[in-house]
C-alpha cells in the first residue's frame, strides 16, 4: 500500500444510537485491509471514545482516517464549545457530562485519557466558542 487510503465519517449529534458507527465501520474497513487486530483494537477504541465525546458535547462533528504504510491517522473535528482546560480534561474521571448523559451510562471522564492510551500520539486543537480538533496517530511499524 504505498498510497494513502482516506476514510471520511460524519458523526450524528443527534442520536446516541448512531455514536459509534464510523467506528465501527472503520474496523470493518481494517479488517478487509488485513491490518493486525491490536491495531483494530486500539483504532476502534480511540475512534469510539471520540465520536462519543463529539455526541455528549459537540452536537457530533467529522471524522478521517488515513492509513498509510506507517501509520493510522484519525482527525476528530466539530464545532462545538471547545475545551476550556485540556490539562483537566485529560484527568480520568474529569467530566463536564450532564447527569441525564451520566444516567445514560456517559460522561465517565475517560474518554480523552483512553483515546491517548490507545494511541501513539495524540493532538488537541481546541478554541471556546469555536471547536475542537483531535489528531490521534498509531504507528504500524
Do not use: C, W
Request: avoid cysteine; charged fraction near 20%.
Amino acid at each position: 500500500m504505498s498510497e494513502v487510503l482516506n476514510f471520511h465519517f460524519v458523526v450524528n449529534g443527534e442520536d446516541f444510537t448512531s455514536a459509534g458507527q464510523a467506528s465501527m465501520m472503520m474496523k470493518r474497513n481494517l479488517r478487509q485491509l488485513g491490518m493486525p487486530p491490536e491495531i483494530i483494537r486500539q483504532v476502534s477504541i480511540a475512534m469510539y471514545e471520540g465520536e462519543i465525546n463529539m455526541v455528549i458535547h459537540a452536537g457530533g462533528g467529522e471524522a478521517d482516517v488515513n492509513v498509510t504504510e506507517e501509520y493510522i491517522e484519525i482527525i476528530l473535528a466539530d464545532k462545538g464549545p471547545g475545551i476550556k482546560d485540556i490539562e483537566q480534561a485529560m484527568q480520568e474521571g474529569f467530566s463536564t457530562a450532564t447527569d441525564s448523559i451520566r444516567s445514560l451510562g456517559f460522561g465517565a471522564g475517560m474518554g480523552l485519557p483512553n483515546m491517548k492510551r490507545y494511541t501513539d500520539y495524540m493532538d488537541i486543537d481546541s478554541e471556546v466558542g469555536v471547536g475542537t480538533t483531535i489528531t490521534m496517530r498509531i504507528n504500524l511499524q
